[in-house]
């Protein structure tokens, strides 16, 4: 609060100015016209008066006073101190020691103005003024229940005081006194059911008692009396925001925000709604203007970190978190995505380092815990990340994201029952956890339990990623139980194409039922999949077009589950996909005279892949099993940028952009004499075609691949090298180099192994 220009204004120290003679009613008519002209705002008008005054009576205490006020005003705070402090040792009133008390305490002397209150309360124990700073005063330094005395003291005198009954019910809400607050909004809410100060205190302590509906009653009544308020627009938003209703919040913000454009805490909330509206772009675009504000907003730094994180930019996410630390380092919650961001980019022994230092600011936080263990989990030190996730659920049983994990972590440690019972855990506590039964699908599969598997596999419709492929039709979803003979049925590809290469190998087995068989895929396998016997009309899904009619449909991965799939009777003759014997031909011509086996390979599939950093390959790790004895043909068509140099220095064949489609890609693989390769869409080109494979494993593979065996139920002549352990490809590659010697030439038709 500041000085009381009823009598006094503010600011700049005594000026020297030439004495002259005492002249009472001049004086008196000078303090008069002074005190008028502030009042009245025309402070340099008042300046001067004043100044005329102390000419003629330096020690003159009430202009002293009205100059410090005045000083005050014009936020000339260190002369507006000694002007006031120069007043009370000529004549020491209340009022003036309240002023001056309200002077130091811009100045940050709350300690000091206390004393000054105390004084003018001696001089006038009921000094309204002074009695309703010094429960400011004592609220500022955290003595709440004298605060409260001193406004109960004014209420004596001035019940009827909206803002001591207002400043009374902050103070008891600091308190934890809520029903006692909301006691003090009542009554001034009795003197004006219309105040907005009330309405708004109100608000906050019903949000204090979690009454949020009541509390935006209050706010919305204070909107009807003054709809621009941005203050009670901003709690308002921020009372939605904690109700999880995010449009009407983000209302709210937009609102405030439109009433005063750089009000950055309404800018900065209505960054974090955006963001957890999936509004991401929006989101960083509302962070950028906070910081255009105010650069050194630590909070826009890290929510700009997690709309970019969410939006895939890891490499800008953390930009902004390291600054975010930079300018408050300590921070948990930031320090814990700074390590998400860093494990995005591989970098995981620093992503490791921001979880200790996050422990080193409390070693019990449980995001901290979760986060080491994630980070623990990419580096594959897995038994150390199932202590993070069991020191987590141990302290939250209900945790299901720590459980999920636990499982996750459990399955590479081939602790496959207790993997199943750990997402069985995170399933019991949310019925409707997607990635828990997902994943649990994986491991089903994996083991070859494929009845329990293939039906938790349904689960991946309601997969956010997976939306994209889920289909609606008028028509019945085949399941198995109904009859195809005489009828159509659409088959359609859903997921990536080494998906729809695997399993188009149902289109035959359907084709047998009775049906007549519309299949829907990828453009790139079309002229292949013509191969394909069952196949009675191919739809381009890339088009757009309408389909055929149909009387039942069933996405191609679905089939199993169809057909009651098990280890026994995956139908694995092969091959079921044929190379175009012209294109075959232009191959060879294209690689002319073989003098040497060949050996296609493929050293990394897709960057986007969720799997992919576990599964691909850096190209010079493979150059020492490259050898002059044999012919190495690149089957990739896409190169990686931090290959292109180890390539082009190397012996292998590249031919790029000349793969125009899989036709190509069949043609080309039907040169060679053996398949080397990471878990691809090509390795499955391979195994359609019924060409000898070679696949070069991670410790804990796609689900299709199973576990501890060296051949695949799915293509017969596949080779499996394994990584023994996860993270470790040095044993697959000298299984490779033992192995190589056995590939020979076989004149394009095959190969042994």
């Known amino acids: 609060m500041g000085p009381d220009t009823q009598g006094m204004p503010q600011t700049e120290a005594t000026k020297e100015v030439p004495r002259m003679p005492r002249d009472p009613p001049r004086e008196e008519r000078l303090l008069r016209l002074a005190r008028n002209a502030q009042q009245g705002g025309r402070l340099d008008e008042a300046e001067r008066k004043y100044l005329e005054l102390l000419a003629l009576d330096s020690g003159h205490a009430e202009a002293l006073h009205l100059l410090g006020t005045l000083r005050w005003q014009q936020r000339r705070l260190i002369e507006a101190e000694g002007l006031i402090r120069l007043s009370i040792e000529r004549h020491p009133t209340a009022l003036a020691l309240s002023n001056h008390a309200a002077v130091l305490t811009g100045l940050g002397q709350v300690g000091t103005a206390l004393v000054q209150i105390d004084e003018a309360l001696r001089l006038n124990p009921s000094h309204p003024r002074a009695l309703f700073q010094r429960g400011g005063m004592l609220a500022h330094l955290g003595r709440g229940d004298e605060a409260v005395a001193a406004y109960d003291r004014l209420l004596e005198i001035m019940p009827a005081s909206i803002e001591t009954l207002c400043n009374r019910s902050a103070v008891l809400r600091a308190l934890g006194r809520f029903d006692e607050a909301l006691a003090s909004c009542e009554r001034a809410l009795a003197v004006d059911g219309r105040s907005i100060g009330a309405l708004k205190e109100q608000g906050q302590v019903m949000r204090r008692l979690e009454r949020h509906e009541e509390a935006l009653i209050s706010y919305g009544t204070a909107l009807t009396v003054a709809p621009a308020d941005v203050e009670i627009l901003f709690v308002r938003g921020v009372t939605f925001l904690e109700l999880g209703r995010l449009p009407l919040a983000l209302e709210s913000f937009n609102a405030a925000i439109a009433s005063s454009p750089g009000f950055t805490d309404a800018i900065y909330n209505s960054a974090v709604v955006l963001e957890r509206l999936g509004h991401l772009d929006d989101a960083v675009g509302r962070c950028d203007r906070v910081l255009a504000i105010d650069p050194r907003h630590a909070n826009a730094f890290s929510n700009r970190g997690n709309a970019l994180q969410r939006l895939g930019r890891n490499a800008e996410a953390l930009a902004s978190y390291t600054r975010a630390l930079e300018l408050k380092p300590d921070v948990i919650e930031v320090l814990c995505n700074q390590a998400s961001a860093l494990r995005h980019l591989n970098r995981l022994d620093e992503a490791l380092e921001s979880c200790d230092r996050a422990l080193g600011v409390n070693g019990k936080d449980l995001s901290a815990w979760?986060?080491?263990?994630?980070?623990?989990?990419?580096?594959?030190?897995?038994?150390?990340?199932?202590?993070?996730?069991?020191?987590?659920?141990?302290?939250?049983?209900?945790?299901?994201?720590?459980?999920?994990?636990?499982?996750?972590?459990?399955?590479?440690?081939?602790?496959?029952?207790?993997?199943?019972?750990?997402?069985?855990?995170?399933?019991?506590?949310?019925?409707?956890?997607?990635?828990?039964?997902?994943?649990?699908?994986?491991?089903?599969?994996?083991?070859?339990?494929?009845?329990?598997?293939?039906?938790?596999?349904?689960?991946?419709?309601?997969?956010?990623?997976?939306?994209?492929?889920?289909?609606?039709?008028?028509?019945?979803?085949?399941?198995?139980?109904?009859?195809?003979?005489?009828?159509?049925?659409?088959?359609?590809?859903?997921?990536?194409?080494?998906?729809?290469?695997?399993?188009?190998?149902?289109?035959?087995?359907?084709?047998?039922?009775?049906?007549?068989?519309?299949?829907?895929?990828?453009?790139?396998?079309?002229?292949?999949?013509?191969?394909?016997?069952?196949?009675?009309?191919?739809?381009?899904?890339?088009?757009?077009?309408?389909?055929?009619?149909?009387?039942?449909?069933?996405?191609?991965?679905?089939?199993?589950?169809?057909?009651?799939?098990?280890?026994?009777?995956?139908?694995?003759?092969?091959?079921?996909?044929?190379?175009?014997?012209?294109?075959?031909?232009?191959?060879?011509?294209?690689?002319?005279?073989?003098?040497?086996?060949?050996?296609?390979?493929?050293?990394?599939?897709?960057?986007?892949?969720?799997?992919?950093?576990?599964?691909?390959?850096?190209?010079?790790?493979?150059?020492?099993?490259?050898?002059?004895?044999?012919?190495?043909?690149?089957?990739?068509?896409?190169?990686?940028?931090?290959?292109?140099?180890?390539?082009?220095?190397?012996?292998?064949?590249?031919?790029?952009?000349?793969?125009?489609?899989?036709?190509?890609?069949?043609?080309?693989?039907?040169?060679?004499?053996?398949?080397?390769?990471?878990?691809?869409?090509?390795?499955?080109?391979?195994?359609?075609?019924?060409?000898?494979?070679?696949?070069?494993?991670?410790?804990?593979?796609?689900?299709?691949?199973?576990?501890?065996?060296?051949?695949?139920?799915?293509?017969?002549?596949?080779?499996?090298?394994?990584?023994?352990?996860?993270?470790?490809?040095?044993?697959?590659?000298?299984?490779?180099?033992?192995?190589?010697?056995?590939?020979?030439?076989?004149?394009?038709?095959?190969?042994?192994?």
């Open 370 to 753: 979760f986060a080491r263990g994630r980070a623990l989990q990419a580096l594959h030190r897995y038994d150390e990340a199932l202590a993070c996730f069991e020191y987590v659920i141990e302290a939250k049983p209900r945790d299901r994201i720590a459980h999920f994990h636990r499982g996750n972590v459990l399955t590479p440690l081939r602790r496959h029952t207790e993997a199943s019972d750990a997402y069985a855990k995170a399933i019991e506590i949310d019925p409707d956890y997607v990635l828990a039964h997902c994943m649990r699908s994986f491991l089903c599969l994996s083991i070859a339990d494929f009845e329990a598997g293939w039906a938790e596999y349904e689960w991946r419709w309601r997969d956010e990623q997976m939306v994209g492929g889920l289909r609606s039709f008028a028509q019945v979803r085949w399941t198995g139980a109904e009859p195809l003979a005489g009828r159509t049925i659409l088959l359609y590809a859903e997921q990536g194409l080494g998906d729809t290469l695997q399993f188009c190998r149902y289109v035959p087995i359907v084709k047998a039922l009775g049906a007549t068989v519309v299949l829907e895929a990828q453009p790139e396998l079309k002229s292949l999949l013509a191969t394909l016997p069952g196949v009675d009309e191919f739809v381009d899904r890339s088009t757009g077009a309408p389909l055929p009619p149909f009387d039942l449909y069933c996405p191609l991965l679905s089939v199993p589950l169809a057909v009651h799939t098990d280890l026994s009777s995956i139908p694995c003759d092969v091959p079921y996909l044929q190379a175009d014997p012209a294109l075959v031909a232009k191959w060879q011509t294209r690689l002319g005279e073989q003098t040497r086996p060949r050996i296609g390979l493929v050293w990394s599939g897709n960057p986007k892949h969720l799997n992919d950093r576990n599964r691909s390959i850096p190209l010079t790790s493979l150059l020492p099993l490259m050898t002059d004895r044999f012919e190495w043909i690149s089957l990739q068509k896409v190169v990686r940028d931090e290959d292109q140099d180890t390539l082009a220095g190397s012996a292998v064949r590249h031919f790029g952009e000349q793969i125009v489609d899989f036709a190509d890609t069949a043609a080309l693989l039907a040169t060679v004499d053996c398949v080397l390769s990471v878990d691809t869409s090509v390795a499955h080109l391979a195994g359609a075609l019924g060409k000898p494979l070679w696949l070069m494993l991670p410790h804990t593979p796609d689900f299709r691949w199973l576990l501890d065996r060296e051949d695949s139920p799915w293509y017969p002549q596949a080779r499996l090298f394994r990584q023994s352990q996860a993270g470790d490809w040095t044993d697959v590659f000298e299984q490779i180099a033992a192995a190589l010697p056995s590939v020979a030439l076989q004149g394009n038709a095959g190969a042994s192994a």
